[in-house]
């Protein structure tokens, strides 16, 4: 292997500039011990609802060594979703991040990208690329590489550009230089997004209860009804949710991504409310099989339709 600790970090950090990261930090490879705590008792409050995968691999999760043995060094990279477009054709809203192509693939890629570069330049490096598809807890180490502060919200804010970011990580044996962790938490007093959630969803302490979240439910629930008892709740949001997000003051710094793969397609920026409620299971299989759309799936979406239209006092399932 050529080159010296800071080359290779240096090399990293502008080969990820060149992919189209906006951010990169780089975290020492340690277990977890204080965010193992937090998660197993978040998993004991029962707040994954239903996402029972939440519950596998906790040691994985905790421990960058298991998912790559003599990991050394976590990389992680932030890539911007905050789209130029505004969809407003149909009330039914979708979270942005969802507008465009899956960004597991999209990303996915590009990780592949940056340790093939990375090799061309080092040689042989033993590393694994994540993206929201692995037991990686992303914030905790974007939050160590020093890219931001985690939210009221849970998520990841940065004082230069706000929290639309995809997070990926890169575990590698590399040994590279450290950035300084834990910037400050500029939150303070606010609490914007705790009043806007309709499901009263984030907790105090920076802790989203999962189960109650739009998105988990308009998402990750597989159930064939929402509880009725959210009726009315979801201010239109039939695909994930980016009220929390919306209000936050620090995305008033977020700019418009360049990302051909996560611009709008036409089935998104042209539908009205009309097309989404008559979509065939054909035309959603062909116009969304690329699309983060669809994880909920056909009968998922439909179902998040429906559940839009009903109001509190109307019986459940009618």
């Not at 230089?177 to 705790?194: A, F, L, M, W």
Request: contains cysteine.
């Amino acid at each position: 292997m050529t080159g010296s600790v800071s080359d290779h970090t240096a090399l990293i950090k502008s080969l990820a500039s060149k992919l189209g990261f906006s951010y990169c930090g780089i975290a020492k490879a340690v277990k977890l011990d204080e965010d193992a705590r937090r998660l197993e008792q978040w998993l004991k409050n029962g707040m994954q609802g239903s996402m029972k995968y939440m519950e596998n691999h906790f040691e994985l999760r905790i421990d960058p060594t298991k998912l790559v043995p003599g990991a050394k060094s976590v990389i992680t990279l932030l890539y911007n979703y905050f789209p130029a477009e505004t969809l407003s054709n149909a009330s039914y809203k979708v979270a942005r991040y969802a507008y465009g192509d899956d960004y597991h693939d999209v990303i996915r890629n590009q990780l592949k990208e940056l340790l093939h570069l990375l090799e061309e330049k080092t040689g042989p490096v033993n590393g694994r690329g994540f993206v929201d598809s692995a037991p990686v807890l992303e914030r905790s180490w974007a939050l160590r590489s020093g890219l931001g502060w985690i939210g009221k919200n849970g998520n990841i804010i940065n004082k230069n550009s706000g929290s639309y970011f995809f997070i990926a990580t890169l575990i590698t044996d590399l040994e590279l230089s450290y950035d300084d962790p834990y910037v400050r938490d500029y939150c303070g007093s606010c609490t914007k997004c705790i009043d806007a959630c309709p499901t009263q969803a984030i907790k105090p302490g920076k802790v989203v209860d999962g189960s109650s979240c739009i998105s988990y439910f308009t998402i990750e629930l597989k159930d064939a009804l929402i509880p009725h008892g959210y009726a009315g709740k979801f201010e239109n949001w039939m695909f994930g949710c980016d009220i929390c997000q919306e209000v936050c003051p620090w995305n008033r710094f977020s700019k418009p991504h360049d990302h051909i793969a996560l611009r709008p397609g036409v089935a998104i920026t042209a539908s009205r409310d009309t097309d989404w409620e008559e979509l065939t299971e054909e035309n959603f299989k062909k116009h969304f099989k690329h699309s983060p759309l669809k994880r909920t799936g056909y009968k998922g979406l439909m179902r998040n339709i429906h559940f839009l239209k009903q109001q509190p006092d109307e019986p459940a399932g009618e």
